[in-house]
């Protein structure tokens, strides 16, 4: 078995999903290669890295934070990776257990997927496995994994719209909970993904309904959002527009996941161009967004130089109208019963009247990535010769990072800790601008 494993090399036999029963079938059988154990043994080390890194989060957040900081003072971005790190420990170790049952199936002569044995092909007996068992665990992981990847995105914007509008985040404690509802939703949501698997219609009519729930939350986080814009005296730097591109790109593909939340517009719609739309929007392109306001905000904190403005306005205008020239045809598209993923002829002549459009997407695709180099050519030429900051604080921010040195040693503060005295968002209170986290609460201080 083991120098078959490593002779027998080639791509994974399965799409991303690593569905069985073709990723289940093993050595024995005609076509399965090797890269599918690759597949699986490297998905099993990223989730116990997944892990482990999680653990460190939680227990730092939870355990590590300076004197008075209260969790009620800690910044949105903080709860964020908490509540992220919480999603990752819970749902990771199901698609591990998926995957370890799955490479039991393939080496090992167990059937916990395969309905047959197959035997250089042919099947030969009912073990009376199951393939939709492996869809279940497999969602368990794969639907909390959209926010794991989104939430961070939704803390990094939370803060940078707080700054550069300097005011409050409005409702942060509803930011707070509504994250936590989000995080509970996560769990009870799954097979909203299974709807064409012949689920039984009223287990499936449940899964809508809690699927449709999570509008709620995301509603109040957006609704937040828009309010702390509100008549702020806002700054337009780049990374403020890509928080102010993400709330859109949110919105628009939010909406369309109540189409696709609903099992019945979604049996039409399922793997067709329109899931490709709502996808890429709701939280391919939205957690870029989030990447890159992040980066374009605490790229200061990291070289003591800004990253330069025009460059940064032409890559977030360039991406945000690419991003919608390019997915949002897609839903067109769907609605005509494009499927996604096929390649071939037949599809290229049933579908003739979208060559204009598919062309139209090509040529956007390839500007939208010229601008990702672009951006990429910013970093590194700014973090020599972008222009140096003036101060540990060019934005002005209330929270703890912007007291610590550019470059940071051990422990972040080279002399003492500091304390905390406020929550992080004191902008425009008492008629000053903005007022430390270190600064203690005067006498006649207004409290928030
Ligand atoms: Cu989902």
């Known amino acids: 078995m083991l120098a078959s494993l490593f002779i027998q090399t080639g791509p994974a036999s399965g799409g991303w999903t690593i569905y069985p029963p073709l990723s289940a079938l093993g050595q024995a059988s005609e076509g399965s290669k090797a890269g599918m154990d690759y597949w699986i043994i490297g998905m099993a080390l990223f989730i116990i890295s997944q892990l482990l890194g999680g653990l460190n989060y939680i227990a730092t957040v939870l355990n590590m934070r300076t004197k008075g900081m209260s969790m009620t003072r800690v910044p949105l971005t903080i709860w964020a990776l908490l509540f992220t790190a919480i999603l990752g420990v819970l749902s990771f170790p199901v698609l591990l257990s998926g995957v370890v049952l799955l490479m039991f199936d393939r080496h090992l002569g167990t059937s916990f997927y395969l309905s047959d044995i197959y035997i250089a092909g042919q099947a030969l007996a009912n073990e009376g496995g199951s393939a939709i068992l492996f869809q279940h665990l497999f969602w368990f992981l794969g639907h909390p994994e959209v926010y794991i990847i989104i939430l961070p995105t939704m803390g990094i914007v939370s803060e940078v719209m707080s700054v550069n509008a300097r005011k409050p985040i409005f409702g942060y404690m509803a930011m707070v909970f509504s994250m936590f509802a989000i995080c509970v939703l996560a769990f009870l949501v799954w097979a909203h993904h299974m709807f064409v698997t012949g689920l039984n219609p009223f287990l499936g009519s449940v899964f809508v309904l809690l699927t449709l729930l999570i509008a709620v939350p995301s509603a109040i986080k957006v609704f937040n959002w828009l309010t702390t814009l509100w008549r702020g005296n806002i700054r337009f730097t ?12 949110f919105i628009s593909g939010g909406l369309t996941g109540i189409f696709l939340g609903n099992s019945t517009i979604d049996i039409h719609l399922h793997d067709t161009m329109f899931v490709i739309a709502h996808f890429h929007i709701v939280m391919g392109v939205s957690a870029f967004f989030g990447m890159f306001c992040g980066i374009y905000h605490w790229f200061p904190k990291m070289y003591g130089r800004y990253m330069n403005n025009t460059l940064g306005y032409i890559h977030f205008w360039v991406t945000l109208i690419g991003a919608y020239l390019i997915f ?75 007291t610590t040195p550019i470059r940071p040693g051990h422990g972040n503060w080279d002399g003492e800790i500091p304390e905390v005295h406020r929550w992080a968002y004191d902008y425009g209170k008492d008629g000053r601008d903005f007022i430390p986290q270190t600064e203690p609460i005067g006498e006649k201080e207004s409290s928030h």
Do not use: C
Request: no cysteine.
């Open 238 to 249: 780049p990374a403020m527009l890509f928080a102010i591109g993400f709330v859109s790109l």
């Open 328 to 402: 949002w045809p897609m839903h067109y598209q769907g609605f005509a019963g494009m499927p996604r993923r096929y390649l071939d002829k037949s599809s290229w002549v049933s579908f003739s009247q979208f060559h204009g459009l598919d062309a139209m997407i090509t040529v956007v695709t390839v500007l939208v990535f010229a601008v990702q180099l672009m951006f990429v050519f910013n970093y590194f030429y700014s973090m020599y010769k972008g222009r140096r900051v003036r101060s540990l604080n060019p934005w002005g921010a209330t929270t703890l990072e912007w």
